[in-house]
């Protein structure tokens, strides 16, 4: 038996932690109120935003919690389309960020989440054999 690589523990982990926070958001926009209130105090813009897109950001961010919480889990059971969906993910919150700069030009804020994506994105690189032979070569869920 294949031992699991820490790195995908620690993924794991940061994917949990996404998905609660994304799903306490995309619930707070869904219905409105003080728990929108409070977490408008953290990120004002983001919280703007979000509400221009109105009840809609709240599902799509439910339906990333749910993508986050796949990936975690299938990153844990050592499944290679959790491992690809990692690093989808990744990749495009690493573009995202990128861009981001480009708009608010808050070298502090995109260029921490660009160095954090291409960390996990380096770490998911080290340990892609493990999804590949042995227990990780599985695809069923």
């Not at 960020?97 to 502090?108: H, K, Q, V």
């Amino acid at each position: 038996m294949v031992r699991r690589p820490r790195a995908a523990t620690i993924i794991s982990s940061f994917l949990f932690a996404a998905t609660v926070i994304a799903a306490i958001v995309g619930y707070a926009l869904l219905f409105p109120g003080e728990l929108l209130g409070w977490l408008s105090q953290f990120n004002k813009p983001g919280i703007y935003a979000f509400e221009e897109l109105g009840r809609r950001a709240g599902l799509l961010l439910l339906m990333l919690a749910c993508g986050t919480a796949a990936a975690a889990i299938g990153l844990l059971r050592a499944r290679k389309w959790a491992w690809w969906f990692a690093v989808v993910l990744f990749a495009v919150n690493g573009c995202g960020d990128l861009l981001s700069f480009f708009i608010t030009r808050d070298a502090l804020r995109s260029g921490s989440g660009v160095l954090i994506c291409a960390m996990f994105l380096f770490a998911l690189s080290k340990v892609k054999s493990y999804f590949n032979g042995g227990r990780g070569g599985r695809e069923e869920l």
